[in-house]
């Protein structure tokens, strides 16, 4: 039921996020269509790219999709653009095959017949080969079309939008109505494109190769009415929906602020919040990337103008983007990470907000009473019987897992990454006995967790600061204190309870952003 009810309560919001998935598949899928049917012709031609070709678009096959959306990060930045372009590569193979074979299994004789009424070798092409071709590439652009839907929710990890969005968000939160409503819909609309091309591939197979047509011809003349029916609708759907976008990107307002967020709730939660209070206080557009990835991501998007803002700590600032060691003294980290992030990128930080969310582990109260923990420094005598499940960010910085055994002299049983609210799922069912958690965790609370005090004051501080790029602030210099008035209302106590909301009751972090602004009367 819990499908339904979210459903029910974001209808606005999953038709919108389908949408969005819809236009990015055939973006994709279109795009594949125009460059794998000239290859598949080319090489079916020239035989001695065909190894190539067919080897390198094997070789995108080969590698798992969310290493080759970090190698095109770097190259495109993030939103639409890397998310259609990493599908359209994983699309190429079938089409590029299917066109090939196609080709390839035409009887010569047939070749040798066109060629001995006259025919040049583009009508060959294009009125033998191509039409006879035609039933085996729509088998292979079914197989895209349908892969290309499971493969897009990547596109929420790079702020693109589509129902991944809901999916990662679901398992951020541990909300399971929330991931069924992402991908229920993508299930079905796989299913939905695959009927619709299987019409496409039946319409393009002439009917006398169609099986049972002496018997049935009739019938298969009005079955081929009804699926003509169905194309024309699909084709007039994309028509509207690819019109609309074209419209809009056309006459974009360029008064557009960009902002970015990382994909926990926190996160979700300080970007709808810092978006809402910027387009309630003053004349600027909001285009908004939430959960588009961790913190290199959305560094390096405002590197490339990808993004204009968005809330970052000032310990990640100090340690992970300026690579200093880890330093405790928060005066010291903040004036550093301001100072260097305008001298080297162009980028100011505003007022730090009051609350922290530093880093810290926790465990369940048994193992707590187990192992006696209370504090970071008894996993010196402990630490090598328990596993840790903790978030890929976190195992592999400095101010992490790496700098916290050297820190306190010890070492896990084992260390696993699992992203998301899922590393508290794996403590709950016992395949992990700590996680690393977040100060202001609403989830800490939901599993009554014993946080293990820092006692050597490893961890920096990491309170909220939003970044801006500086040219931004050039251009609406009332930004700064539209911002500001808004963070000077965030204490440790006020993120706890907004994190609790979302990952605890279930309530969309964008209520609770809104709330949140309308109670303190920052928004109306």
């Known amino acids: 039921m819990d499908i339904f009810n979210y459903m029910l309560q974001n209808s606005s919001q999953v038709w919108s996020l389908l949408l969005e998935h819809i236009h990015l598949t055939a973006v994709s899928v279109g795009l594949a269509i125009l460059v794998g049917v000239p290859l598949g012709i080319l090489i079916s031609y020239v035989k001695p790219l065909n190894k190539p070709v067919l080897g390198f678009t094997n070789l995108i096959q080969a590698v798992p999709s969310m290493a080759l959306l970090g190698f095109a990060i770097p190259l495109l930045g993030i939103g639409t653009i890397p998310a259609v372009g990493v ?47 035609l039933p085996v590439l729509m088998a292979g652009v079914r197989i895209s079309a349908v892969t290309a839907v499971g493969l897009m929710t990547i596109a929420a990890f790079i702020g693109a939008g589509g129902l991944g969005f809901l999916v990662f968000s679901g398992i951020s939160s541990v909300n399971n109505g929330m991931i069924m409503a992402g991908a229920v819909p993508a299930c079905i609309l796989a299913l939905l494109i695959d ?13 006398s190769l169609q099986p049972g047509v002496l018997k049935n011809k009739s019938a298969l003349i009005t079955s081929r009415r009804y699926k003509k029916v169905i194309v024309g609708a699909a084709v007039a759907c994309l028509v509207v929906m690819f019109g609309s976008a074209a419209y809009s990107s056309f006459f974009k307002d360029s008064n557009v602020l960009r902002i970015g967020s990382k994909q926990f709730s926190e996160q979700l939660v300080l970007g ?14 909001v285009e908004k990337h939430l959960g588009a990835g961790g913190t290199q991501v959305l560094f390096n998007a405002m590197q490339k103008g990808d993004l204009d803002a968005y809330i970052e700590y000032t310990g990640t600032v100090y340690v992970d983007i300026l690579k200093h060691a880890p330093e405790t003294d928060a005066k010291l980290v903040y004036d550093t990470g301001r100072d260097e992030m305008a001298a080297k990128y162009n980028m100011a930080l505003l007022d730090a907000a009051p609350f922290s969310n530093t880093y810290t582990l926790a465990v369940p109260k048994s193992v707590a009473t187990e192992y006696d923990l209370s504090k970071l420094s008894d996993l010196r005598r402990a630490g090598r019987f328990l596993n840790a499940g903790t978030t890929l960010e976190f195992l592999n910085r400095a101010d992490g897992l790496k700098g916290l055994e050297q820190a306190y002299d010890f070492a896990f049983n084992s260390a696993k990454g699992i992203d998301g609210a899922t ?6 069912n016992g395949r992990v006995q700590i996680v690393d958690a977040f100060s202001t965790d609403g989830l800490l609370k939901k599993y009554d967790l014993t946080v293990l005090e820092d006692d050597a004051s490893f961890f920096p501080p990491y309170y909220g600061v939003p970044v801006v790029r500086q040219e931004v602030l050039d251009t609406h210099p009332k930004l700064k204190d539209i911002i500001n008035k808004m963070t000077a209302k965030l ?8 994190n609790y909301q979302v990952d605890v009751e279930h309530r969309d972090p964008k209520d609770v952003a809104h709330d949140f602004l309308v109670k303190e009367g920052l928004v109306q």
Do not use: C, H
Not at 423 to 428: C, D, F, G, H, P
């Open 195 to 207: 009927w619709v091309l299987s019409a496409v591939e039946s319409l393009v197979t002439p009917i």
């Open 423 to 428: 590393r508290y799922v794996a403590l709950e």
């Open 491 to 498: 204490d440790t106590k006020t993120m706890q309870d907004l």
């Open 272 to 285: 709808n919040m810092l978006a809402e209070m910027i387009e309630k206080n003053s004349d600027i557009k």
């Open 87 to 133: 599908v359209f590569l994983y699309s190429l193979l079938p089409i590029v095959k299917n066109t090939y074979i196609g080709i390839s299994q035409i009887n010569p004789q047939t070749i040798e017949a066109a060629k001995g009424i006259g025919m040049t070798r583009a009508q060959i092409l294009f009125k033998v080969q191509i039409p006879l071709t």
